[in-house]
């Protein structure tokens, strides 16, 4: 078990380009959670799937964001016609089936810097 | 609607003193409740959570809070700091049920150093 993995760790793109981040969860974890973070904040919901099922959106996520889990397993996280604002760190964690009590379980974050 | 607020963005200790940050929450339904440790350039990790039974939650590097539901408080503690303890520590609130339950709500985070 080698953790949630993010790829890639750092991403600097000029105003208008688009954006592309992966997401390896733990391999038994079928619950998958992508968060942002900006600077001086604690990170903030973006969206939830649950094997390949984007479940819920939060209104942070603008027509420019889409996320998707084709098959279940990994997932990516796009942003068209980046703008500064969206400059952050993107984090994706991940959960078990038996989702009750147990913790989601962080990777080690996209940082975006928008110039 | 669940809210987390941490009081204090900076908190700054001399090693081996008392570490104690300060978590209240709002919540609607009862709630879960976790702290978690980022160190910079990473992701978070789990120091301890509470969810059901004892209130006082004992979790990793000898940290330990306490749920006060009269006081809707979880702050976190650990008798001695380290300089290894310093990090960026964050405070998270959900829902035990209902929808949405999966949601993590955090606070902004208070950063701590320890001093030598």
């Known amino acids: 078990d080698t953790g949630v993995s993010q790829d890639p760790r750092h991403k600097i793109t000029k105003r208008g380009q688009n954006v592309t981040f992966r997401c390896d969860p733990i391999?038994?974890?079928?619950?998958l959670y992508w968060y942002r973070q900006t600077l001086g904040q604690g990170p903030e919901f973006l969206t939830y799937?649950?094997?390949?099922?984007?479940?819920?959106k939060s209104r942070l996520l603008s027509d420019r964001f889409s996320a998707e889990r084709p098959k279940g397993s990994f997932s990516t996280l796009e942003i068209q016609r980046t703008e500064q604002g969206d400059s952050a760190m993107y984090l994706c964690?991940?959960?078990?089936?038996?989702?009750?009590?147990?913790?989601?379980?962080f990777g080690p974050g996209t940082r975006l810097t928008v110039l | 609607a669940q809210s987390v607020t941490q009081l204090g963005s900076h908190v700054s200790v001399s090693e081996g003193a008392l570490v104690l940050l300060r978590c209240n929450y709002s919540?609607?339904?009862?709630?879960?409740l976790f702290w978690y440790v980022q160190y910079p350039n990473q992701g978070l990790q789990l120091l301890l959570k509470?969810?059901?039974?004892?209130?006082l939650v004992k979790g990793i590097n000898g940290f330990e809070a306490e749920f006060k539901k009269s006081e809707t408080s979880f702050h976190l503690t650990k008798p001695s700091a380290h300089m290894s303890d310093a990090a960026e520590y964050f405070c998270?609130?959900?829902?035990?049920?209902?929808?949405?339950?999966?949601?993590?709500?955090f606070g902004k985070g208070t950063l701590l150093t320890v001093n030598p």
């Open positions: 964690a991940s959960s078990p089936p038996a989702f009750s009590y147990n913790e989601q379980f």
């Open positions: 391999s038994e974890h079928n619950r």
């Open positions: 799937f649950q094997n390949e099922a984007q479940l819920e």
């Open positions: 919540s609607s339904v009862p709630p879960y």
């Open positions: 509470y969810t059901t039974g004892a209130t």
């Open positions: 998270a609130v959900r829902k035990n049920s209902g929808g949405s339950n999966y949601k993590l709500t």
